[in-house]
């Protein structure tokens, strides 16, 4: 079972910027696409960025830009960089772990982006 666990949400100040993390436990991760995803109120989740096991990336339109996927498979961590951070950003944000080729996927509990303006 894989585990992911999601760190450095909170509250900032539009122009802000935040950087979340998501450590997985288990073995999977250097084989994993990595993605972060979000919810905000009454919307459905949508992704923001994903990385591939072999590093390549995909962002939606309206981070691209401002947002920066990475990841240490060293240390089994995902990690989603917030630079100009806008109000529309607030939202639950998730980390997911996909494993397509043993039809595998997990997500994270979720961490709170709230940006004030």
């Known amino acids: 079972q894989v585990q992911l666990v999601e760190s450095g949400g909170g509250l900032v100040q539009a122009g802000g910027s935040l950087r979340l993390s998501c450590e997985a436990s288990?073995?999977?991760?250097?084989?994993?696409?990595m993605g972060w995803y979000r919810q905000a109120p009454g919307k459905q989740r949508e992704l923001v960025a994903t990385?591939?096991?072999?590093?390549?990336?995909n962002y939606a339109d309206s981070v691209k830009g401002r947002f920066t996927i990475s990841r240490d498979n060293a240390k089994n961590t995902a990690y989603l960089q917030m630079n100009s951070l806008k109000p529309e950003d607030t939202a639950v944000y998730y980390c997911?772990?996909?494993?397509?080729?043993?039809?595998?996927?997990?997500w994270g509990q979720g961490t709170q982006v709230t940006v004030s303006p």
């Open positions: 997911n772990a996909d494993l397509a080729a043993v039809h595998r996927n997990y």
């Open positions: 990385i591939t096991a072999f590093g390549r990336i």
């Open positions: 288990g073995s999977i991760f250097k084989l994993s696409t």
